[in-house]
């Protein structure tokens, strides 16, 4: 009997040291097994600052841990217009199932309720990465300033150096040169009709030894609608059919 007494007031002791423990334990804190942070810090850092990249949106826009997260400092072309699908294709090589540091700035969030944020890959700057191969301009908030001098410097390099769909000018390369083309044309027609009288009927075709020389004549004076030199009897375009 004393026995079992002694065993009750040794267990009513554990339980009152337990209660102690854990009365001293709690201040207020669900215990959770992980770091608390302050309410401020718990607001600052409610977003992972690593994670894997899951889709890519368009150029300047990704999804991340499930949210939409839109690139910093820099802006790509829209659904429809040039540069849409070669920014898409490059950020897709460059980061998609992937994982980068995300990095702040002043803003959290955009007025479409997209993170604001920079992006890194093994220590490289996405945002600036884009702008500097001509896939994306240079676009700053007045909030938003990390960064902004490297980014807008990417650009000036990209546009100096005519890089990326951007700053390529394909198009206007391609009309320059036609219009050299056409240029070219209209001199050496300039030339080859300096070389022949067209205004009356001075040729006919024994004067040539060759098809080729009274073809030139006669497209050089107007070909059908001037053939002032009667090359072309049949008025079928050819003339002189019968040299060789």
């Given at each position: 009997?004393?026995?079992?007494?002694?065993?009750?007031?040794?267990?009513?002791?554990?339980?009152?040291?337990?209660?102690?423990?854990?009365?001293?334990?709690?201040?207020?804190?669900?215990?959770?097994?992980?770091?608390?942070?302050?309410?401020?810090?718990?607001?600052?850092?409610?977003?992972?600052?690593?994670?894997?990249?899951?889709?890519?949106?368009?150029?300047?826009?990704?999804?991340?841990?499930?949210?939409?997260?839109?690139?910093?400092?820099?802006?790509?072309?829209?659904?429809?217009?040039?540069?849409?699908?070669?920014?898409?294709?490059?950020?897709?090589?460059?980061?998609?199932?992937?994982?980068v540091v995300l990095e702040s700035d002043a803003e959290d969030?955009?007025?479409?309720?997209?993170?604001?944020?920079?992006?890194?890959?093994?220590?490289?700057?996405?945002?600036?990465?884009?702008?500097?191969?001509?896939?994306?301009?240079?676009?700053?908030?007045?909030?938003?300033?990390?960064?902004?001098?490297?980014?807008?410097?990417?650009?000036?390099?990209?546009?100096?150096?005519?890089?990326?769909?951007?700053?390529?000018?394909?198009?206007?390369?391609?009309?320059?040169?036609?219009?050299?083309?056409?240029?070219?044309?209209?001199?050496?027609?300039?030339?080859?009709?300096?070389?022949?009288?067209?205004?009356?009927?001075?040729?006919?075709?024994?004067?040539?030894?060759?098809?080729?020389?009274?073809?030139?004549?006669?497209?050089?004076?107007?070909?059908?609608?001037?053939?002032?030199?009667?090359?072309?009897?049949?008025?079928?375009?050819?003339?002189?059919?019968?040299?060789?």
């Amino acid at each position: 009997m004393k026995s079992q007494k002694i065993i009750i007031v040794m267990l009513g002791i554990f339980i009152l040291l337990g209660i102690g423990i854990l009365l001293m334990l709690d201040d207020g804190s669900e215990i959770t097994g992980n770091v608390i942070l302050e309410k401020e810090e718990q607001e600052t850092f409610d977003f992972p600052l690593n994670a894997f990249v899951s889709k890519v949106i368009d150029g300047d826009t990704v999804i991340i841990a499930g949210e939409s997260v839109r690139l910093l400092g820099m802006d790509t072309d829209e659904r429809g217009y040039p540069c849409y699908n070669e920014a898409k294709k490059r950020i897709e090589e460059l980061i998609l199932d992937k994982e980068v540091v995300l990095e702040s700035d002043a803003e959290d969030k955009d007025r479409y309720d997209r993170r604001l944020r920079y992006i890194f890959l093994d220590g490289e700057n996405i945002n600036l990465q884009l702008v500097r191969e001509g896939l994306a301009v240079a676009r700053f908030s007045p909030e938003n300033k990390k960064y902004k001098k490297e980014i807008l410097d990417a650009e000036l390099y990209a546009r100096e150096n005519k890089l990326g769909c951007k700053w390529r000018e394909v198009e206007e390369e391609e009309i320059i040169e036609e219009v050299e083309d056409e240029v070219e044309e209209e001199i050496e027609k300039i030339v080859d009709n300096s070389e022949y009288d067209c205004s009356s009927n001075v040729y006919n075709c024994g004067d040539f030894k060759t098809h080729a020389e009274a073809q030139k004549v006669f497209e050089a004076c107007g070909g059908v609608n001037n053939d002032v030199h009667k090359l072309d009897r049949d008025g079928d375009g050819d003339a002189c059919e019968t040299l060789a």
